[in-house]
């Protein structure tokens, strides 16, 4: 089983990256994904996450307007497109997989807080990060 996470690298502010996840070793379709990102002595925070029933997306309020999440089943990999990046993105980004239903609001602002859905402590997969750093 493995997540492996791209896309990161040093960008200036206002600037753009895209984040790649390939997962391999399980089955793509039966989970839904989300990406979280570890600033410098800070906590996780969970930043974006999409269902794997419907292709719903959920985001963490700091970065709405700005992040896209997307998934392309046909290549088992999960997006995470950034624009108008600030200093404050910086962080290193990780790629989560999770066997949890993500159906609604609830589910999706739950995942990203505690990293897991509601009731579900079952098959949970993290990949290891990839450093944004983003200049002033």
């Known amino acids: 089983v493995q997540l492996q996470a791209s896309g990161g690298g040093l960008v200036q502010a206002g600037g753009s990256l895209r984040l790649s996840c390939v997962a391999s070793?399980?089955?793509?379709?039966?989970?839904?994904f989300g990406w979280f990102r570890q600033a410098p002595g800070k906590e996780r925070e969970g930043v974006s996450c999409?269902?794997?029933?419907?292709?719903?997306?959920y985001y963490t309020d700091s970065i709405k307007g700005r992040f896209t999440i997307s998934s392309d089943n046909a290549k088992n990999t999960v997006y995470l497109e950034m624009h108008s990046l600030k200093p404050e993105d910086t962080a290193v980004y990780y790629c989560?997989?999770?066997?949890?239903?993500?159906?609604?609001?609830?589910?999706?602002?739950?995942?990203?807080?505690?990293?897991?859905?509601?009731?579900?402590?079952?098959?949970?997969?993290w990949g290891k990060g990839t450093l944004v750093t983003v200049s002033s």
């Open positions: 999409i269902s794997s029933t419907d292709g719903a997306t």
């Open positions: 989560a997989a999770t066997g949890g239903r993500i159906s609604t609001d609830y589910h999706g602002s739950y995942y990203l807080k505690y990293g897991r859905p509601p009731h579900y402590y079952g098959t949970e997969y």
């Open positions: 070793g399980f089955t793509f379709d039966d989970y839904a």
